[in-house]
């Protein structure tokens, strides 16, 4: 009789599988390559040297390595949604070092995992100077991120249809609650994108309307529904001083922030379940409180200046910030303080779990003030028996212990981040909320990194930290952790 030897990881399924996942990224990077060759931009020579390589890559991992066992576990499934974002990274780093505009090694895999993972942080000072194909590679890269690399694979590779599988959606699928879409991860997998493909297309129609040109609402499309945030323009929205811009970029990164299996679940049922949703109502309500807010800022501190900039200014940047997109459009910073804090708390707590979004999510800090409401009753009514639930789900107690303990984490990547930042040399209110945006995969930033800065000023060491802060961050933290554990790489 033979025995099937087991052992920790499945090393030659994971090449196999990052091999097809390279000749994805190379197909994608296909896009830029014709813009530079149809514009005649010289960077035509960067994007077809790193095709090649990628392709070439692909191919020998894809189609040389012959795996005996090609069953996913667990562990194999940890590990691949690691190294996908990881190795995606490294190629689509290469066209940032071999452009007309270059950026060194940190540069270039900083701002190629801030585009991945959407969080828009960027190391461009002037990204005016930079090619429509590097501009159309850096939205390319958000938009693949937005509901996730490995979501993307599992669309077209069915053989990863078992239990690996569902441990890889889940390490992409944000946050504690998913909706049950169908009994296939293929199948759902598919739905989403579906839906995330419709969503794009509609919103750069709608860009189109407006004063944008054709590859600058293509662009902007990308960014605002993946909430990624990278811009086409220095000034980022505020270069296109149009209202109408402001309130279509605020609709669909409104949509970026609901769970989208909440949306497919709608759209089967033909009926709509939104507000019957806890999360999604408490998404509506935090924006709302915070809506108010910022206005009594605005107005109390002078800058009311028309209908505009107590309607569609305040609510732009609200959801700019709590959906994790990072579009800056004006002075916001000079709101005061009040309006600072705010944001910093909007960026912690982020949109929908099953969203494009970053951040701690929604039901996440619902379970908080329900558990908060629980404790406080079980203090006067000691023999109080009751289970938080969350859209009628009870929060078990092994759940629970998850839940706080990634919050834990969560707040003390945030102060390593800042702390390493402060020792570099960065004030200290700049310092937290730069590792706030790229915990939080926001990009937002203030002071140094502001409207009219960017992450540049970071020495080589401080991208790389903040580099793996954005990764940390966008896989949620305990599947990086996971890796870091000697048992993880025992049979």
Known sequence: MQHTRHVAVNMPMILRVTGQLLLVEAAFMLLPLIVCLLRGEHDFQAFAISLAMMAGAGALLGFLVKPRNRVMRRRDGLLLASVAWVVFSIFGMVPFMLCDTPLNASEAFFETMSGFTTTGATVIRDVEQCSHGVLLWRALTQWIGGLGIIIFTL?????????????????????????????????????????????????????????????????????????????????????????????????????????????????????????????FRTYVVMILVFYVAVVAAIVGRGYFTGWESVTIDPIFHIISAVTSTGFSEGDWEGWGTIVLTLTFFMMYVGACAGSTTGGLKVDRLLFLIKNLKLVVQRYVRPRLMRSVSINDQIVDSSRATDIIAFITIYTILIVIGGVVLVYQGFPIVDAFFSSFSCVSNNGLGAGVTGITGSYDFLSSSGKWVMSLLMLAGRLEIMTLLALLMPSFWKH
Not at 164 to 189: N, P, Q, W
Not at 190 to 209: D, R
């Open 155 to 279: 669309t077209f590779i069915p053989a990863l249809n078992n239990s690996g599988s569902l441990i890889m959606f889940h390490a992409e699928a944000t946050g504690i609650t998913h909706d049950k879409l169908g009994a296939r991860i293929a199948r759902t997998a598919k739905l989403l994108w579906g839906l995330y493909i419709i969503f794009t297309i509609v919103l750069v129609v709608l860009l189109c309307l407006g004063p944008m040109s054709v590859f600058d609402s293509v662009c902007q499309g990308f960014t605002a529904i993946s909430t990624g945030g990278f811009s086409t323009h220095n000034d980022s929205i505020a270069a296109f001083n149009s209202p109408y811009i402001k309130v279509v970029l605020t609709t669909f990164m409104f949509i970026g922030g609901v769970s989208f299996g909440l949306i497919i679940t709608s759209i089967k049922s033909r009926r709509l379940v939104f507000w019957a949703n806890d999360v």
